[in-house]
T-cell receptor, first 112, second 113 residues
Framework: QKEVEQNSGPLSVPEGAIASLNCTYSDRGSQSFFWYRQYSGKSPELIMFIYSNGDKEDGRFTAQLNKASQYVSLLIRDSQPSDSATYLCAVNILYNFNKFYFGSGTKLNVKP | EAGVAQSPRYKIIEKRQSVAFWCNPISGHATLYWYQQILGQGPKLLIQFQNNGVVDDSQLPKDRFSAERLKGVDSTLKIQPAKLEDSAVYLC???????????FGPGTRLTVL
C-alpha cells in the first residue's frame, strides 16, 4: 500500500468552475500535509499546507483535512486555464525521521 | 531571496558511466533533500540532510548512489555506475527545519542511454 494515494486523472473542469482534488494517506502518524503544483517540465511549487482538521483558505484555494478519514483535499475556486497542472499531495510523518511522502499527482485540465 | 540552485540542468550519459549533481539550498535552510522523479510519478525521497548529517537515506540505492553535504551548505549527489532506470529528474529541495515547507530547485534531467 502506498503511503499517499491520488487519482492520476486527468480531471477536466470548465473555466470558472470549482476543481476538487483528493488525496488519501495510510499512516495515522502523518502530521503535516502539503499541496504542490507542478507544471509540465517544471519543479513542484508549494500552494498550501495544513496541520489541523478542518478547512484552510488562501485566496482561491481551500485545503481540507480529515484525520479520522485520513483524507486531505484541495479545492480551487474560479478555476483558470493557468491552473492546468499536476497537483501533488505530500505528507510528513514526524515520528519517522520527519519523512516526506509524495503522491503521484492528479493532472488538472481547465478548459476555456 | 535566491531560490534553490541546481546544476547541471540537463545531462545525457551512457549506462555504466558516472554523473554528479550539485545543489545550493536557500541561505539559512538547515534541511536539504534529494528526490528522484520518474516521468508520471511523484518525487521519491532519496536522502535527507539536517545540516551536514544524514537524517534518512533509507531509499537511496547505496550500491550506486552517494551523497554528501560538506559544511552543511552545498550538496552533491553522485551515481556510479548509472543504469537505464536512473533516467529521471533529480530534484533538490530545502527547508528551514525538518517540519518546514520545502522549496524545490529547477531539477536536473538525467537521460541514461
Amino acid at each position: 500500500q502506498k503511503e499517499v494515494e491520488q487519482n492520476s486523472g486527468p480531471l477536466s473542469v470548465p473555466e470558472g468552475a470549482i476543481a476538487s482534488l483528493n488525496c488519501t494517506y495510510s499512516d495515522r502518524g502523518s502530521q503535516s500535509f502539503f499541496w504542490y503544483r507542478q507544471y509540465s517540465g517544471k519543479s513542484p511549487e508549494l500552494i498550501m499546507f495544513i496541520y489541523s482538521n478542518g478547512d484552510k483558505e488562501d485566496g482561491r484555494f481551500t485545503a481540507q483535512l480529515n484525520k479520522a478519514s485520513q483524507y486531505v483535499s484541495l479545492l480551487i475556486r474560479d478555476s483558470q486555464p493557468s491552473d492546468s497542472a499536476t497537483y501533488l499531495c505530500a505528507v510528513n510523518i514526524l515520528y519517522n525521521f520527519n519523512k516526506f511522502y509524495f503522491g503521484s499527482g492528479t493532472k488538472l485540465n481547465v478548459k476555456p | 531571496e535566491a531560490g534553490v540552485a541546481q546544476s547541471p540542468r540537463y545531462k545525457i550519459i551512457e549506462k555504466r558511466q558516472s554523473v554528479a549533481f550539485w545543489c545550493n539550498p536557500i541561505s539559512g535552510h538547515a534541511t536539504l533533500y534529494w528526490y528522484q522523479q520518474i516521468l508520471g510519478q511523484g518525487p521519491k525521497l532519496l536522502i535527507q540532510f539536517q545540516n551536514n548529517g544524514v537524517v534518512d537515506d533509507s531509499q537511496l540505492p547505496k550500491d550506486r548512489f552517494s551523497a554528501e553535504r560538506l559544511k552543511g551548505v552545498d550538496s552533491t549527489l553522485k551515481i556510479q555506475p548509472a543504469k537505464l532506470e536512473d533516467s529521471a529528474v533529480y530534484l533538490c529541495a530545502s527547508s528551514l527545519g525538518m517540519k518546514g515547507e520545502q522549496f524545490f530547485g529547477p531539477g536536473t534531467r538525467l537521460t541514461v542511454l
